[in-house]
């Protein structure tokens, strides 16, 4: 069954030799039972634990069932202590931390024996060794002769073919002793047992072979055997520890020191909850941020109109250093006038503007000049009304403002987004009373506010309210206007010229009159903003355009394309007044304005860089200008928040670093702690890698409670963090922890912590065995 074959251990203590095992050759048989008798250090208990694979002999060899162990791999030494060797230890060596079925099921479960088959084994063996009633008690509940049996119970569970008991009855009285040996010595009739001990009474009392040993060598030999030739016999079964089982193990572990393992994990979660408050005030703050970007950019957009102005071709006479010395004066344009640029609006720009990326820019509107040929019935008669915010009272009207008021310019435009949506008044503007514009046909009304209106808009709209007249939202809210295309408002004398028709009530009912509806009533939503559109009338650009495509083919404006004149007035007009005319009728094609709403600042730096990519190469009078408002506020605002947060991730993830060295000194702190259950584990069959797993569940438990718990305490520290930030600064809910960063933060808590304590734990996985069970 068993053979040591000249097998040599010599241990070398400074200058001294020691001969633990010196040539030593005997043989067992397959069911005995061998008392090793001898001295203190004369080398029986080496020879158990090379018996046992916790040891390494020098030179020779062990032979099991015909197959030598000279090439065993650890691996192959630990499955060989698995399937085919229980040990008895004189101090038990139960962990503690387990329950006693626990404790008798740890090498099936090493050995991969199902769930089912190893609490039935378990049960068995522990009824065997007389512990029925006590299998669900802790270790710590039962007596030192209860404890060996548990011990015993342990060793036959997995049912090996080789028992080694090293001094099992040292730690007892007689009485237990005697009942110790009689367990056994029953136990040898199915297997070989062998037992260490220093009681020769006992010794030859119950064994059924004797063997005395000194100074390394086998002296005497009650009952000799030597093993016949037989061939390779024996197989091995590799052992494997599951990741649950060493959570298992880990985790009743750290139940035991609950007070430690709460100021670990406290300890170690400091770091976790600084970065954790640092990024939820960080998130709270850039929402703020671009919260207060989006509102700057709803009101200062950036804006491309017909005339713009090159700043870049300022020039100031302060900037002349000198005083000129001539005598003569020098006639010159005004910087104004030379930073005016006229932006050529073709289509190809309109669709180079189009082509933008939506992200960058979600709401472009492009304005028209086209005017409104708009009426309303007041009190049964129609009346010309428009969305003008002018004094409809005032006598200071020149030439062009007439025409302007004619044609029912005014108002508010606002932008549709690029994908047929309303988000942009949805985003700035509250309804206050009716709904959002879902069409064209559909105009609103904004207010202040304090919920003022422009007075002069109502009179302009057929209202005749005096200054601080309250009017029901119901007043204005579906208020109707028509809207006359131009051949049905304009109608042609036998001189040639135009005149506005007086049957506004006919030209009202045509077919080609559509009618406009006030759906709504709006004011801006932010406190901090004035929004965009002024109070008054505001309306769609898509209505204008529509206006424009409708009208471009009319009578009269084919009439004043022809002409020089005026076909209403026949007075002569200049370039710029007859260009803007013509756009008023609907004539023109080219937009007065496009502006372009970015979200925030650094949407729009993209988005100034596209529209800088169309001016490169080209001549300074194909160039398009533009006016960025907003630009001064991007440079003073841009990255702000993302570098005050770096660097305060940056401080608080030094205290991560500290957390994952304090993670390395508590595992291995445990690693000293739990040296003798390390040689348990090795002596069940545990590899360098389980024992290694064992440990790092340890701190993948240490890391992911410290992740939980700091996660959970910034959660915490956001409401009254948050109570301090509304009384100081008026801000609500700036302290918003995103579950993103609460969730990347518990796993890098996870990794930072398994990384600090792996190295420990590859200590634990390296120690020796033997040594690990004579540890205190």
Not at 8 to 19: E, P, S
Not at 573 to 578: G, P, S, Y
Request: proline share 3%; net charge positive; no cysteine.
């Amino acid at each position: 069954m068993l053979e040591l074959k000249h097998i040599k251990k010599y241990y070398h203590v400074g200058d001294t030799l020691t001969k633990a095992q010196d040539d030593v050759s005997v043989a067992f048989r397959k069911q005995e039972f061998v008392a090793i008798l001898g001295p203190s250090g004369s080398g029986k208990t080496t020879m158990l634990n090379i018996i046992g694979g916790l040891d390494r002999y020098d030179s020779g060899d062990l032979v099991i069932k015909g197959k030598s162990t000279k090439d065993f791999k650890d691996a192959d030494w630990d499955a060989y202590r698995n399937n085919s060797v229980g040990f008895i230890f004189q101090s038990y060596n139960l962990i503690s931390h387990l329950s006693i079925m626990e404790n008798v099921e740890m090498g099936m479960t090493l050995s991969g024996v199902p769930a089912a088959e190893k609490k039935r084994r378990a049960e068995d063996a522990l009824i065997r060794v007389g512990l029925k009633d006590h299998m669900h008690k802790n270790p710590s509940q039962l007596s030192g002769g209860q404890m060996q049996r548990v011990a015993i119970a342990r060793a036959i569970a997995n049912d090996p073919e080789i028992l080694l008991a090293d001094e099992p009855t040292g730690a007892l009285d007689s009485e237990t002793s005697e009942e110790i040996m009689k367990l056994i010595q029953e136990l040898s009739r199915e297997r070989l047992v062998i037992m260490v001990t220093h009681n020769p009474q006992l010794a030859h009392k119950y064994a059924d072979r004797v063997i005395e040993f000194a100074d390394g060598q086998i002296r005497k030999d009650s009952n000799p055997h030597v093993e016949g030739e037989k061939g390779d016999e024996f197989k091995l079964n590799r052992t494997k520890m599951s990741y649950w089982t060493a959570l298992k193990l880990s985790f009743n572990n750290i139940r035991t020191k609950k007070g430690r393992t709460f100021l670990t994990v406290f300890a170690s979660s400091i770091g976790i909850i600084g970065i954790a408050v640092v990024l939820a005030l960080s998130n709270g703050f850039q929402k703020q941020i671009d919260k207060t970007q989006s509102e700057a950019m709803a009101s200062m957009p950036v804006t491309i109109a017909q005339v713009g102005t090159d700043t870049n071709a300022m020039m100031t006479g302060t900037q002349q250093k000198t005083f000129s010395k001539h005598q003569y004066v020098t006639a010159e344009k005004s910087d104004a006038d030379k930073a005016q640029h006229i932006n050529k609006l073709s289509q190809k720009y309109l669709d180079y503007v189009n082509a933008m990326p939506k992200k960058d820019a979600k709401n472009i509107a492009t304005t028209y000049g086209t005017g409104l040929n708009l009426v309303r019935k007041v009190n049964g008669t129609y009346e010309t009304v428009s969305f003008s915010t002018s004094d409809p009272d005032s006598n200071a009207v020149n030439a062009s403002a007439m025409m302007a008021a004619s044609t029912g310019i005014g108002g508010s435009v606002y932008p549709i987004d690029r994908s047929g949506g309303q988000s942009f008044l949805k985003t700035y503007y509250k309804v206050i009373a009716g709904r959002y514009p879902t069409k064209a046909t559909d105009i609103v009304l904004v207010v202040n506010k304090d919920n003022s209106l422009n007075i002069n808009a109502l009179k302009n709209l057929g209202f005749s309210p005096k200054e601080g007249t309250k009017l029901k939202f119901n007043e204005l809210v579906g208020t109707k206007l028509q809207l006359i295309a131009n051949d049905d408002y304009y109608q042609q004398l036998p001189t040639g010229n135009f005149i506005p028709t007086q049957d506004l009530a006919k030209a009202a009912s045509q077919s080609g009159t559509k009618t406009l509806t006030v759906t709504g009533i709006l004011r801006v939503k932010s406190k901090n903003s004035d929004g965009l559109l002024a109070s008054g009338v505001a309306y769609s650009a898509a209505l204008t355009k529509a206006v424009m495509t409708a009208n471009e083919d009319s009578a009269i404006v084919t009439a004043q394309t022809a002409s020089e004149t005026n076909v209403m007035t026949g007075a002569r007009m200049d370039a710029a007044t007859r260009s803007a005319w013509l756009a008023s009728l609907g004539a023109k094609s080219t937009p007065s304005a496009i502006q372009i709403y970015p979200t925030n600042f650094k949407d729009k730096d993209k988005v100034l860089s596209y529209l800088d990519k169309y001016n490169k190469g080209k001549k300074k009078a194909d160039r398009v200008i533009y006016t960025d408002l907003a630009g001064t506020v991007s440079d003073m605002t841009g990255g702000l928040m993302d570098a005050i947060t770096y660097v305060l991730v940056a401080f608080a993830g030094i205290s991560l670093v500290t957390s994952m060295i304090m993670i390395a000194i508590i595992t291995y702190t445990s690693v000293l702690e739990r040296t003798k259950e390390i040689g348990v584990l090795k002596a069940l069959g545990a590899r360098k890698k389980d024992i290694t797993r064992v440990f790092d569940a340890e701190t993948f438990i240490l890391g992911f409670g410290a992740g939980l718990f700091g996660i959970f305490v910034a959660w915490a520290l956001t409401f009254p963090i948050n109570a301090v930030l509304l009384k100081v600064t008026s801000l609500s809910g700036v302290a918003q922890l995103n579950p993103t960063h609460a969730l990347v933060l518990v796993v890098i808590s996870t990794i930072l912590t398994i990384l600090g304590g792996h190295v420990p734990a590859r200590m634990a996985a390296k120690k020796d065995a033997a040594i690990a069970l004579r540890a205190e």
